[in-house]
């Protein structure tokens, strides 16, 4: 297995631009997981999914951000308008429930907004 | 408030040396605590998870421990090498659900 994939490794972008991040769990995994880190507050679960279904959302910061998991291999996270303070690297993790709460991560997306 | 500190935030040790990662938590109900390693530029991965009923779980030169009454864990790493050089992150799940309450790390830096 190819393990978790995002998608783009790097995005720079300019202030108030759309922003879509991708991310492609591991095949057969029935939970998804966006996190957010940086320097400052380390690692900060964002949202979650459950076979497709978001569960909890309480961590994404604002309106500005929504995710969606149309397929059970697929899962994006927009951030629109974009902002300077929304730079951070972010990751999409997955997991299933036989393997004791253990997530695999991508290798992550750093976001850099101008 | 369910909260995770690591400490030290960063580390400096010599190649072959040994250390000592600690990790205290609030988290309430326990289940269980995992360890991962985050090299610079990657995701992180999981080393070790100790549940309830575990005291010491070992992974090649790394060994952790737990010790849920007082609600500390440990990661000791022997004979350093420089590879070991990351970050190591302890992160516990909130109340048994997935919702997981992450450290902020130690920063592990092994010169030659």
């Known amino acids: 297995d190819a393990g978790v994939i995002q998608s783009p490794r790097h995005e720079v972008t300019e202030m108030g631009q759309e922003v879509t991040l991708r991310c492609k769990p591991i095949s057969g995994h029935d939970y998804l997981f966006w996190y957010r880190q940086t320097m400052m507050r380390g690692l900060e679960l964002l949202i979650y999914f459950n076979n497709n279904v978001p569960i909890d959302d309480s961590g994404m910061p604002e309106d500005r951000f929504s995710a969606k998991m149309p397929n059970a291999s697929f899962s994006t996270l927009k951030i629109q308008p974009s902002e300077p303070r929304d730079s951070a690297v972010y990751f999409c993790?997955?997991?299933?429930?036989?393997?004791?709460?253990?997530?695999?991560f991508g290798p992550g997306t750093r976001l850099t907004v101008l | 408030k369910n909260q995770v500190e690591q400490s030290p935030q960063s580390l400096i040790i010599l190649e072959g040396k040994n250390c000592t990662l600690q990790c205290n938590y609030t988290v309430s109900p326990f289940s269980n605590l995992r360890w991962y390693k985050q090299d610079t530029g990657r995701g992180p991965v999981s080393l070790t998870i100790?549940?309830?009923?575990?005291n010491t779980k070992s992974n090649g030169r790394y060994t952790a421990t737990l010790d849920a009454d007082t609600k500390q864990s440990s990661l000791h790493i022997t004979a350093s090498q420089l590879s070991d050089s990351a970050s190591y992150i302890c992160v516990v799940p909130s109340g048994g659900s997935y919702i997981p309450t992450f450290g902020r790390g130690t920063s592990l830096i092994v010169h030659p």
């Open positions: 993790a997955s997991s299933s429930p036989g393997v004791v709460y253990e997530q695999f």
């Open positions: 100790m549940t309830f009923s575990e």
